[in-house]
T-cell receptor, first 115, second 115 residues
Framework: DVKVTQSSRYLVKRTGEKVFLECVQDMDHENMFWYRQDPGLGLRLIYFSYDVKMKEKGDIPEGYSVSREKKERFSLILESASTNQTSMYLC??????????????FGDGTRLSIL | AQKITQTQPGMFVQEKEAVTLDCTYDTSDQSYGLFWYKQPSSGEMIFLIYQGSYDEQNATEGRYSLNFQKARKSANLVISASQLGDSAMYFCAMRRYTGGFKTIFGAGTRLFVKA
């Protein structure tokens, strides 16, 4: 079965810390995504990657960076965590295929609290 | 720039009745895909239905159908014969097919089904 795994379900960090959120998929998908989900704002795209070492900014990249050294792993990095980055973070993946109707597969999410 | 708008933060529907959830989008691309996902209180994202921009017929999947009006840039989700288990958040999403499979989401609509 298709699986996207996020390393932590809950995480508590302090302001100023460097925070790493890890995501691994076992489906050999080319595309991977990081979103944050906030009430009333839906899912907002932070970064996405369509190939190893390739990354594109989403709509809210400020304060974040990403790394994709291997096809199956996509990491989100909060360079210096701030309280306004407290949120639910969702990782997703999808294939690049000629049948473009393939949906994204999501992880269970990481609820991150910055104190 | 791409944008998804869901104007209904919350909606109520009586069990066994039909309900329409609105979604409008903005894009200058000619080729794109539209998705609807359901997020129950458990938090998982469940893919419901897909519509391609070149598809001439409206998509249907069981009790779900997508009312696609390309000229008006709308992709409304219709749920027929609502069930209590349909109570959830519903997100509309749009995928572009140039420069990577960037996918953005709307703010969501919370649906409450009344017995």
């Amino acid at each position: 079965d298709v699986k996207v795994t996020q390393s932590s379900r809950y995480l508590v960090k302090r302001t100023g810390e460097k925070v790493f959120l890890e995501c691994v998929q076992d489906m050999d998908h080319e595309n991977m995504f990081w979103y944050r989900q906030d009430p009333g704002l839906g899912l907002r795209l932070i970064y996405f990657s369509y190939d190893v070492k390739m990354k594109e900014k989403g709509d809210i990249p400020e304060g974040y960076s990403v790394s994709r050294e291997k096809k199956e792993r996509f990491s989100l990095i909060l360079e210096s965590a701030s309280t306004n980055q407290t949120s639910m973070y969702l990782c997703a993946s999808s294939p690049t295929s000629t049948t473009s109707n393939q949906p994204q597969h999501f992880g269970d999410g990481t609820r991150l609290s910055i104190l | 720039a791409q944008k998804i708008t869901q104007t209904q933060p919350g909606m109520f529907v009586q069990e066994k009745e039909a309900v329409t959830l609105d979604c409008t989008y903005d894009t200058s691309d000619q080729s794109y895909g539209l998705f609807w996902y359901k997020q129950p209180s458990s938090g998982e994202m469940i893919f419901l239905i897909y519509q391609g921009s070149y598809d001439e017929q409206n998509a249907t999947e069981g009790r779900y159908s997508l009312n696609f009006q390309k000229a008006r840039k709308s992709a409304n989700l219709v749920i027929s014969a609502s069930q209590l288990g349909d109570s959830a958040m519903y997100f509309c999403a749009m995928r572009r097919y140039t420069g990577g499979f960037k996918t953005i989401f709307g703010a969501g609509t919370r649906l409450f089904v009344k017995a």
